[in-house]
């Protein structure tokens, strides 16, 4: 199946900073990219849907000021937690799809806030 | 109501018992469903489609009821490492997962012991 990386995997950071996430189709081209959170004993929850070359679209209670998305090319989406706060801190998974029909996960990045 | 529901368990069974999750959902507009496995703190990785008419996939038994919105995996002959959180997928468009926004149950979480 195809390839997906997200970067960093870990990262522990204090209250008010902002976190890059990465995520990259590294043997496919993903037009479409979609954003999960998943917090302890939850399910995963889809965030923000991202289109190369245009705005992401968020879901309801997702604020879009906070958690901003760029899909910049086909191969890359990074998803940008503003002043983040204790309560952002959860497991950031991000996905594709290729033309294999079937949606491709990275292999999340957990983020810690203090 | 959530949109997709699963008994969270855990479940706890020994090598070689035969175990089955339960899976409701709440669009009766959905189209496409899916099985997948996540391990601790890993993305999830798909195990199967499940189609109307059943379909088996080695020890991996899948059904689906449309009229009761009610979707099921059997295990047969449980390994060790069949250990780990099976999610409950559904997607409003037929086909793969690629296209539309899946929606998760919050999982099942299986131990199987020796």
């Known amino acids: 199946g195809a390839v997906v990386s997200q970067h960093p995997s870990w990262v522990i950071c204090k209250s008010g900073t902002s976190v890059k996430i990465e995520c990259r189709s590294l043997?496919?081209?993903?037009?479409?990219m979609f954003w999960y959170r998943q917090f302890p004993k939850q399910s995963l929850m889809l965030m923000a849907t991202?289109?190369?070359?245009?705005?992401?679209?968020?879901e309801q209670g997702v604020e879009k000021d906070k958690f901003l998305i760029n899909h910049a090319s086909l191969t890359l989406s990074t998803l940008t937690v503003t002043s983040a706060h204790p309560e952002d801190s959860s497991f950031y998974i991000c996905?594709?799809?290729?033309?294999?029909?079937?949606?491709?996960f990275g292999p999340g990045t957990r983020l810690t806030v203090l | 109501r959530k949109e997709v529901e699963q008994d969270p368990g855990p479940f706890n069974v020994p090598e070689g018992a035969t175990v089955a999750f339960n899976c409701t959902y709440s669009?009766?507009?959905?189209?496409?469903f899916f099985w997948y496995r996540q391990d601790c703190r890993k993305e999830p990785k798909l195990l199967m489609s499940?189609?109307?008419s059943g379909n088996e996939d080695g020890r991996f038994t899948a059904q689906l009821n449309r009229a009761s919105q009610y979707i099921s995996l059997l295990i047969r002959d449980s390994k060790l490492s069949d250990s780990a959180t099976y999610l409950c997928v559904v997607n409003p468009y037929a086909g793969g997962t690629s296209y539309g926004k899946l929606t998760f149950g919050q999982g099942t979480i299986l131990t199987v012991h020796p």
């Open positions: 996905s594709g799809y290729s033309s294999y029909n079937e949606q491709f």
């Open positions: 991202s289109n190369e070359g245009s705005k992401a679209t968020y």
């Open positions: 043997d496919f081209q993903a037009t479409t």
């Open positions: 499940v189609y109307s």
């Open positions: 669009n009766s507009a959905s189209q496409s």
